[in-house]
């Protein structure tokens, strides 16, 4: 929904095409809105409700809104709406200096709305592999431009300041999110809040971590000798092994077999070299290997 300051209806858009927007509802979301500013607010973020929760985002003195259900990815809807509110204000710049907009003067932005949709239905499709195990890989000509057109920069030191510089300094597309959680000495949780929110900036692409181990010969069980496994461990290895193509993530392989990701990992990391991993990238249309 894209309303004035003054609550006037100037577009509604639903997935199932029922209007959810009245004039006692626009009303309402406008007068919230005016309401924080009284109170020093710059704006508010959202509203939450019992099935449902409202994003705002204030441009201009237009308040961009989406109702949205309880348990929606809101970090990616927070970025379609950041989006779409920007290429609103660029588009409809002369019908916005009417003295009273008409509402169907914005009818065409639906298409812009639809093409959104699917866009970050992809970057959805993304985020949601992520895991201990992904390799994330900065894309510094994107990030740099990211920053210059659309302060990609100052809202990221915004969002999480000297913390997710530390975060963004150590994507050198070769180390994990685990294996820079104890680099770091941070939350794997933290750094993957960082990762996600430059996926959805369009600046960093995702990899799975893909295991591959060579097939058992009579070398590989002395070298398993050699390395004096536990029993534990051994057995999750022979349980793992077949899988270890280089198709399948740590991840994908650990609830295969019903144990975590995390105690997979370290089996895998206690045979050193006997195990190499192919990066697969994460995409929404399919894998691809990283070049």
């Known amino acids: 929904m894209v309303l004035t300051a003054g609550g006037i209806p100037l577009f509604h858009y639903s997935l199932d095409e ?5 004039g006692l509802l626009s009303g309402f979301l406008s007068a919230i809105s005016s309401f924080a ?3 020093g607010e710059r704006s508010v973020q959202s509203l939450s409700f019992e099935g449902s929760e409202i994003l705002y985002q204030t441009e201009v003195d237009v308040l961009f809104i989406f109702l949205v259900g309880s348990g929606a990815p809101k970090r990616v809807l927070r970025a379609v709406l950041r989006d779409l509110s920007r290429r609103f204000l660029m588009t409809y710049q002369q ?5 009273i907009p008409v509402e169907d003067s914005f009818k065409g932005f639906m298409q812009e709305v639809k093409r959104s949709f699917a866009f970050y239905e992809g970057v959805l499709a993304v985020t949601s592999s992520l895991s201990s195990f992904v390799v994330p890989k900065l894309n510094q000509d994107a990030f740099d431009t990211a920053s210059k057109s659309l302060g990609l920069l100052d809202e990221f030191h915004r969002d999480f300041g000297s913390g997710g510089n530390k975060i963004l300094e150590a ?5 994990s999110i685990h294996s820079m959680s104890q680099m770091l000495g941070l939350e794997t949780e933290q750094i993957a809040e960082v990762v996600e929110y430059l996926v959805i900036w369009g600046v960093v692409r995702i990899s799975k971590m893909c295991p ?8 590989f069980d002395i070298y398993l000798d050699l390395v004096g496994l536990p029993k534990r461990d051994n057995q999750i290895l022979n349980r793992a092994r077949p899988l270890c193509n280089g198709e399948r993530s740590v ?3 650990s609830e295969k ?3 975590t990701a995390e105690k997979l990992h370290d089996v895998f990391t206690k045979l050193g070299n ?10 929404a249309l399919g894998h691809g290997s990283i070049p």
Do not use: Y
């Open 18 to 22: 029922t209007r959810k927007l009245d």
């Open 37 to 39: 500013a009284e109170f």
């Open 95 to 99: 019908e916005m200096k009417a003295e």
């Open 171 to 175: 994507m050198d597309g070769k180390s």
């Open 212 to 219: 591959v181990i060579q097939e058992t010969n009579t070398r």
């Open 251 to 253: 991840v994908e392989i």
């Open 257 to 259: 077999i019903g144990v």
């Open 274 to 283: 006997a195990v190499s991993w192919n990066l697969v990238e994460v995409t």
